[in-house]
C-alpha cells in the first residue's frame, strides 16, 4: 500500500499563476479530504468528497479555489489565480469511514511569490 | 470552521519524562483522534477514541475520551527522542460509519532536551 500520494511536494508559483494540486487516495477509500496547514490558523478542512461526490465546501476560502474528483482514484484542487496568502501546506486524506481513522499524504508546500 | 483548544502549545521536557496534553471544546465531539506530525510529513494516527470514558494505550501512549465528550487527553510515558514533534488532536462529530471532516486543535510542539 503506498499510502496517499501527493504531487507535486512543493510549488513556487507567481502570483496571478494557476496552481493544480494533485492526490491519489488509497485504493478502496471512500471518502477524500483537502486540508491546509499554516502557522496561524493550523488545519483547516477545505473541502471533503464521499464516494467522489463533493459534500462539503464550506472551507473553501474563496471562489479562486475548486476541487474535484472525476474518479475514485483521482483528486486535484486548482487555485486560479494564485495569492500569496495561499502560500501554505495543502494536505489530501482519506479514509474509509471514521472508525479507520484519515490517511494523510505527505503533502504540498505551496509557495506564491 | 471551529477550533479545538489544544494545550500546552509546546513542552520542553527531559529523555524519560513522563508527557502530558489535552483538548478541549465547547461542544460535543462523538470521536476523537490524535495524530503525530513530523517535519515535511502529513499528521499520522497514533489513537482513536469512540466511546465517552474510554482509556486506550498504544505502547507507551494512552489517551482518554472525556465523559462530557467534550474533551480528551493524551499521556506519553518514558518519551524518547523519536517522540519529537507536534501531535495534534482532532474531532469528529458524526454518528455511525459516516466520513465527515475532521476539526483539529493547533497542536502540541514537543521537544525533548538532552
Known amino acids: 500500500d503506498a499510502g496517499v500520494i501527493q504531487s507535486p511536494r512543493h510549488e513556487v508559483t507567481e502570483m496571478g499563476q494557476e496552481v493544480t494540486l494533485r492526490c491519489k487516495p488509497i485504493?478502496?477509500?471512500?471518502?477524500l479530504f483537502w486540508y491546509r496547514q499554516t502557522m496561524m490558523r493550523g488545519l483547516e478542512l477545505l473541502i471533503y468528497?464521499?464516494?467522489?461526490?463533493?459534500?462539503?465546501d464550506s472551507g473553501m476560502p474563496e471562489d479562486r479555489f475548486s476541487a474535484k474528483m472525476p474518479n475514485a482514484s483521482f483528486s486535484t484542487l486548482k487555485i486560479q489565480p494564485s495569492e500569496p496568502r495561499d502560500s501554505a501546506v495543502y494536505f489530501c486524506?482519506?479514509?474509509?469511514?471514521?472508525?479507520?481513522?484519515?490517511?494523510f499524504g505527505s503533502g504540498t508546500r505551496l509557495t506564491v511569490v | 470552521g471551529q477550533q479545538l483548544n489544544q494545550s500546552p502549545q509546546s513542552m520542553f521536557i527531559q529523555e524519560g519524562e513522563d508527557v502530558s496534553m489535552n483538548c478541549t471544546s465547547s461542544?460535543?465531539?462523538?470521536?476523537w483522534l490524535w495524530y503525530k506530525q513530523d517535519p515535511g510529513e502529513g499528521p499520522v494516527l497514533l489513537i482513536a477514541l469512540y466511546k465517552a470514558g474510554e482509556l486506550t494505550s498504544n505502547g507507551r501512549l494512552t489517551a482518554q475520551f472525556g465523559i462530557t465528550r467534550k474533551d480528551s487527553f493524551l499521556n506519553i510515558s518514558a518519551s524518547i527522542p523519536s517522540d519529537v514533534g507536534i501531535y495534534f488532536c482532532?474531532?469528529?462529530?458524526?454518528?455511525?460509519?459516516?466520513?465527515?471532516?475532521?476539526?483539529f486543535g493547533k497542536g502540541t510542539h514537543l521537544i525533548i532536551q538532552p
Open positions: 485504493s478502496g477509500h471512500n471518502s
Open positions: 461542544s460535543i465531539f462523538n470521536t
Open positions: 482532532a474531532g469528529h462529530r458524526g454518528r455511525g460509519g459516516g466520513a465527515d471532516g475532521l476539526t
Open positions: 486524506a482519506s479514509s474509509w469511514g471514521i472508525r479507520y481513522g484519515y490517511t
Open positions: 468528497f464521499n464516494n467522489n461526490v463533493p459534500i462539503d
